[in-house]
DNA sequence: CCCGCCCGCATCCGCTCGCGGCAGCCGCCC
DNA sequence: GGGCGGCTGCCGCGAGCGGATGCGGGCGGG
């Protein structure tokens, strides 16, 4: 526990997201700790991870949700150039199974943005110590939605398939897509029926959304 | 324009948000200001409801997506419950939809969370001032969106039948379902197809889903 | 009043789909 | 080495699907 107080040099933090009143909302709530001290702040991914390599900081809070790209990239990115360097991911979500990917892009800590001030500055202290640390509580979570139910494993060429039966395709447009004859598509359409425990295509589609082996269309509202 | 500072007596105000870093980001924002003064707190759309009752703030901050339901609703209460009180509606997202649904509801402006947090505090100088005017460029805009495109129209009828596509039904089950012939169903189907530009079930439910015409199927997430 | 729309029903036709069965190939594990 | 499971590939069959077209009744707006 690095309990004792550093009166000398305070641990350099990096905010990045793109609300401003985020932003902002860190900011007073560090600033209110003499531990640290608030270096800089940006709104994209980009600007983050160029911030990062200028000022050097000790411990990065990152958002997930950024308007160019995902913060995992960039948490990806800062990890890679620093394995020193504390990453707090803070995601919108409380339930979000992002958690898996922020653990694997090597953040140090996950903080939901649900929860008090006062848990985020925590979390950076933490991460400011010792980097490399999730809660045993966040990875058996982890673990635990990853590992139990793990929908149907779909081979490498049903999963094309699916794709194309999304995009409605007949069996001889897939056919010709994968370069293989009719009778191979529909073999593989089987399987994947089996698998999904559908017996046609709407229904195989609607599984495969529900249990997000399938990009869902996702409108722009409008 | 009530241009003059209120020396006396200051604006009252009111955070009602979830997000315990985006409510220290706002009071940190107002308590810049001295015409504002942050009387109350609220996590959920209730207890804003009760602190705005007990309080009686000049404005409220309101964001639309609370744990026990949405802002909207609120929003709508506190309206009911006092024609001068100045509601500012926060959103997570920039193009969101429910622009107009604050309209309607009652909210004195709109203002998204990546805005930057000067301008939530201009919003609220409005507000307080007029309460019941959006901008114009708030209206139009909603009005642009919601008149011009509006995706193709289904009958009662026919998104009966999408659902029941959507459950897998055959032609027979669907007409079982709905009481009516097997042709009749056929020509539900058609008209269908007709409408979303689809030439099978496919691709029907998946452009139902993109014009969220349909119900996405929404995974437990695990 | 007529026109357009939604609903319901019907027939014909050709094509596609989904199913069952079968088999070669590869990697894994005993 | 041999067995086994998964991926890939192929065939034929019967049922279901999609398209085109026609008919009638009810309801609402120009």
């Known amino acids: 526990m690095t309990t004792s107080p550093m009166p000398a040099t305070r641990t350099k933090v990096l905010l990045v997201d793109d609300h401003d009143l985020i932003r902002k909302g860190l900011r007073h709530a560090f600033e209110?700790?003499?531990?640290f001290e608030v270096v800089g702040e940006a709104a994209t991914a980009a600007e983050g991870v160029r911030q990062a390599g200028a000022l050097q900081?000790?411990?990065?809070?990152m958002d997930l949700r950024?308007?160019?790209?995902?913060g995992l990239e960039a948490t990806r990115a800062l990890r890679k150039s620093s394995a020193s360097m504390g990453i707090v991911v803070l995601t919108?979500?409380?339930g979000d199974d992002q958690l898996f990917g922020a653990l694997e892009a090597g953040a140090s800590a996950f903080v939901p943005k649900t929860a008090p001030a006062d848990e985020v500055v925590a979390a950076a202290r933490h991460a400011a110590s010792s980097p490399s640390a999730f809660t045993?509580?966040?990875?058996?979570e982890a673990m635990k939605r990853r590992l139990?139910?793990?929908g149907p494993q779909l081979s490498p060429r049903e999963s094309q398939v699916l794709r194309l039966l999304a995009d409605g395709m007949s069996v001889a447009g897939i056919a010709k897509q994968l370069f293989v004859s009719e009778s191979t598509a529909k073999?593989?359409?089987?399987?994947?029926?089996?698998?999904?425990g559908a017996a046609n295509r709407a229904q195989a589609l609607m599984t495969a959304l529900r249990l997000g082996l399938l990009e869902a269309p996702d409108?722009?509202?409008f």
């Open 219 to 221: 409108a722009p509202k």
């Open 57 to 61: 900081p000790d411990v990065v809070i």
């Open 187 to 196: 073999t593989h359409i089987s399987k994947l029926y089996e698998k999904l």
């Open 136 to 140: 045993a509580a966040d990875l058996a």
């Open 32 to 35: 209110r700790d003499r531990q």
């Open 92 to 94: 919108m979500y409380a």
């Open 148 to 150: 139990a139910p793990s």
């Open 66 to 70: 950024l308007p160019d790209g995902s």
